[in-house]
T-cell receptor, first 110, second 112 residues
Framework: QQPVQSPQAVILREGEDAVINCSSS?????VHWYRQKHGEAPVFLMI?????EQKGHEKISASFNEKKQQSSLYLTASQLSYSGTYFC???????????FGTGTRLKVLA | GAGVSQSPSNKVTEKGKDVELRCDPI?????LYWYRQSLGQGLEFLIY????????KSGLPSDRFSAERTGGSVSTLTIQRTQQEDSAVYLC??????????FGEGSWLTVV
C-alpha cells in the first residue's frame, strides 16, 4: 500500500536537474509532495489532484498521471537548498488518509 | 497557535514504562494524523482522525499503541509497556479545508 519512490537517493551538482518518481499500486485521487531536512518536520511543496495536471513552484514542478498511478517531481537548476529527503503522500478516492512513500534522499553539491 | 504543536519534544523512558505524546493541531483543522519515523526511514502511518468519524487505526503496530482525540482538537498517542523498537520520532499533522498537511516538529522518543 505504501507508494514506492525512485530513485532512493541522488547526488547532484548545483544547476543540474533531477526527477523523482512516486508509484502506487492503488488508484489515486491526490498526491502531495514534501521535503524534509535533517532533524526537521516535512514541509509541504505542492498538491496534485486527479486530472493529470502539472503544477509548478519556482523551479520545482510535478505531474500526476492517474492512469499510471504515478506522480513525478521535477527539480530544475538545483540549488544547495534543495538538499533533503523528498516524500510523496498519496490518498485514494473518498478519503484523506495519506500514506507516504519510501522517500528519496537528494543531496546537492556546490 | 499558528502551527501544529507537539509535546514533549524529547522523551527518554525506560523499557516497560508507558508514555503519552500530545498533539495540538492547527485550530479548525478537522483531520489529524500520527506518523512514526525511525532514524533515516520514511513516514509510517499510524492513525487518522477525521471530524467525528471513527478513526482509521489500521497503522497502529500493536495493541500497545492507542490514540484518542478529545473534542475534535487535541490528540494523545499512548504507548504502553514501551519497547526499544518503539524508539523513533512521532510526528503529528493536521489538515484543514485547503488540503495541505501541516506537520509538527515531532516528539523524539528514546526507550532505554
Amino acid at each position: 500500500q505504501q507508494p514506492v519512490q525512485s530513485p532512493q537517493a541522488v547526488i547532484l551538482r548545483e544547476g543540474e536537474d533531477a526527477v523523482i518518481n512516486c508509484s502506487s499500486s492503488k488508484a489515486l485521487y491526490s498526491v502531495h509532495w514534501y521535503r524534509q531536512k535533517h532533524g526537521e518536520a516535512p514541509v509541504f511543496l505542492m498538491i496534485l489532484l486527479k486530472g493529470g495536471e502539472q503544477k509548478g513552484h519556482e523551479k520545482i514542478s510535478a505531474s500526476f498521471n492517474e492512469k499510471k498511478q504515478q506522480s513525478s517531481l521535477y527539480l530544475t537548476a538545483s540549488q544547495l537548498s534543495y538538499s533533503g529527503t523528498y516524500f510523496c503522500g498519496t490518498a485514494t478516492s473518498g478519503t484523506y488518509k495519506y500514506i507516504f512513500g519510501t522517500g528519496t534522499r537528494l543531496k546537492v553539491l556546490a | 497557535g499558528a502551527g501544529v504543536s507537539q509535546s514533549p519534544s524529547n522523551k527518554v523512558t525506560e523499557k516497560g514504562k508507558d508514555v503519552e505524546l500530545r498533539c495540538d493541531p492547527i485550530s479548525g483543522h478537522t483531520a489529524l494524523y500520527w506518523y512514526r519515523q525511525s532514524l533515516g526511514q520514511g513516514l509510517e502511518f499510524l492513525i487518522y482522525f477525521q471530524g467525528n468519524s471513527a478513526p482509521d487505526k489500521s497503522g497502529l503496530p500493536s495493541d500497545r499503541f492507542s490514540a484518542e482525540r478529545t473534542g475534535g482538537s487535541v490528540s494523545t498517542l499512548t504507548i504502553q509497556r514501551t519497547q526499544q523498537e518503539d524508539s523513533a520520532v512521532y510526528l503529528c499533522a493536521s489538515m484543514g479545508g485547503g488540503n495541505t498537511i501541516y506537520f509538527g516538529e515531532g516528539s523524539w522518543l528514546t526507550v532505554v
